[in-house]
């Protein structure tokens, strides 16, 4: 009988899962664990740990990778230029309201009256009337006076201060530039050991991309760059930033204290809209179930949190402390997959429901003729009622072009390139695999259909929509999309 030939597995989410690898994570058997649980991307935070840790967790989970045919990328998260406090004399301390509190120039160790940071520049940038925030906004202080040594505050808002906590300035322009001496040595770490993408943190303006993307395009098949969206200044320079990116990350935390926090789900339906109309990959990150650091079970309102996030479409969701630090990390990236499933479901009811399918988006494509086979072989799933959409690719750009139309169905994406292959784990919907170098039909035919049986993905008899290319190994060469149907085994 058609179709019965393989035992049907159920895909993955089409939505891609992140998790951070930290001390709770890193071990073998909890990465392993991880992956199992169906990690598409881990995240290597290159503001934690040292480059010999975070190079035997990459060679871990390419292990992994290879062990079990799956791909998965890696992304190096820059630590950028994060301002923040220097040594509390005599460890944690508290600032209560009303107090007043200097910031001077210097590296002294600091006191409840008195403290440094470790960006100098910050005397002279920060003006009276300006806010500055410490420990993710906990301590809120304002500048009432300025010399040219120090800043004199009062504190709004008082609580706990110690060593290197966090510090943002909400209203201040800064000149720090986007790329530290560290950020510099970590970006070669990671161009060296083949990671698949980075990110560039605090990012205000596009020149900051510019200046990443100068360095990595030194070295041929450099990783993809992700843009974190984190201070109210790249809002408003948004597009600029995105249209310089492969990826962007709406990072919700260091959002929300440069910013009035209710203001971030606006935020991030704007960001996550833009994304799609560019054509760019958005994935949302930080407290998505911050509950389970401590807990094995998630509130129910991030719960809600990460389904809406889902049910806008986005690319990809990211565990951060959760799986980096926290005491459940196995169990929250389950949470994860399931809230994913559960959303994606509800998905497809809504289309049923309504007789119309998912809302395609027209993106932006450097070769219309590629967008204009992408939406073909959109059109023709549907009317063929396709079991999958299988696209070969050299570079991702066909497969980045048919995961943009956001298909109920799910998308294979084929390429003979490894670090193509590991880059795709990021597109929503499309599961990677990689095959050997082919441009004979008869042949690419037949490792089609032994790659869906081996999956379980299709069966004899199955329609299947080919995107392919007349010269599949040329980069930019998609012209071809026809309608195949799985031969008898």
């Not at 169906?38 to 871990?60: I, K, M, W």
């Not at 990350?249 to 809209?273: H, I, N, S, Y």
């Not at 929250?332 to 009811?349: F, N, P, S």
């Not at 809504?350 to 119309?356: W, Y």
Request: charged residues 25%; hydrophobic residues 45%.
């Amino acid at each position: 009988m058609p179709g019965m030939s393989v035992p049907r597995v159920t895909p993955p989410p089409r939505t891609k899962l992140v998790a951070t690898i930290g001390p709770a994570s890193s071990s073998e058997e909890t990465l392993s664990a991880l992956l199992s649980a169906g990690v598409d991307v881990c995240r290597l935070n290159f503001s934690h740990g040292t480059l010999a840790e975070h190079a035997q967790v990459l060679a871990q989970i390419r292990a992994w990778s290879a062990q079990h045919d799956r791909p998965v990328a890696v992304l190096g998260d820059l630590c950028g230029p994060k301002i923040r406090l220097n040594r509390v004399a005599g460890g944690p301390t508290e600032i209560n309201v009303g107090a007043r509190v200097e910031i001077v120039r210097g590296d002294a160790d600091g006191t409840a009256e008195r403290l440094t940071t470790n960006y100098p520049p910050l005397i002279d940038e920060v003006q009276p009337g300006q806010r500055i925030y410490i420990n993710d906004g906990l301590v809120r202080l304002l500048v009432v006076e300025r010399s040219p040594e120090r800043l004199v505050c009062a504190c709004l808002a008082g609580g706990a201060i110690s060593d290197r906590k966090g510090v943002n300035l909400p209203d201040t322009r800064l000149s720090v530039p986007a790329l530290t001496d560290k950020d510099r040595a970590d970006l070669d770490w990671a161009i060296r050991h083949e990671l698949d993408f980075v990110a560039l943190s605090f990012v205000r303006r596009a020149a900051d991309v510019d200046e990443l993307r100068s360095l990595v395009g030194r070295h041929a098949g450099g990783p993809s760059v992700v843009v974190k969206i984190e201070t109210a200044e790249a809002l408003e320079n948004l597009d600029e930033i995105i249209l310089r990116s492969d990826a962007v990350m709406a990072a919700r935390g260091d959002l929300g204290v440069e910013m009035d926090v209710w203001q971030v789900p606006a935020v991030q339906k704007r960001l996550t809209a833009r994304c799609r109309e560019m054509g760019r990959r958005i994935i949302i990150a930080t407290q998505m179930l911050q509950a389970m650091v401590d807990s094995p079970s998630p509130t129910r309102a991030e719960v809600s949190d990460v389904a809406n996030a889902i049910l806008d479409d986005v690319d990809a969701v990211m565990l951060s402390a959760e799986s980096a630090a926290g005491r459940f990390p196995v169990a929250a990236v389950e949470m994860m997959r399931r809230i994913a499933v559960a959303a994606e479901q509800q998905q497809g009811l809504a289309c049923e429901s309504s007789g119309r399918p998912s809302a395609g988006w027209t993106v932006q494509a450097a070769d219309r003729r590629t967008s204009a086979v992408a939406r073909a072989a959109v059109q023709a799933a549907a009317h063929v009622s396709a079991r999958l959409v299988a696209v070969w690719t050299a570079t991702g750009e066909t497969a980045r072009l048919v995961a943009q139309q956001r298909l109920r169905v799910p998308v294979l994406g084929l390429t003979h390139d490894a670090r193509v292959c590991r880059r795709l784990a990021l597109l929503y919907g499309v599961r990677p695999v990689q095959v050997p170098p082919c441009d004979h039909p008869a042949r690419m035919s037949e490792m089609l259909d032994d790659t869906l049986r081996r999956l379980g993905w299709a069966g004899d008899g199955d329609l299947v929509v080919v995107v392919t290319s007349t010269r599949p190994t040329i980069p930019g060469e998609t012209d071809t999309v026809h309608v195949h149907r799985v031969s008898l085994s």
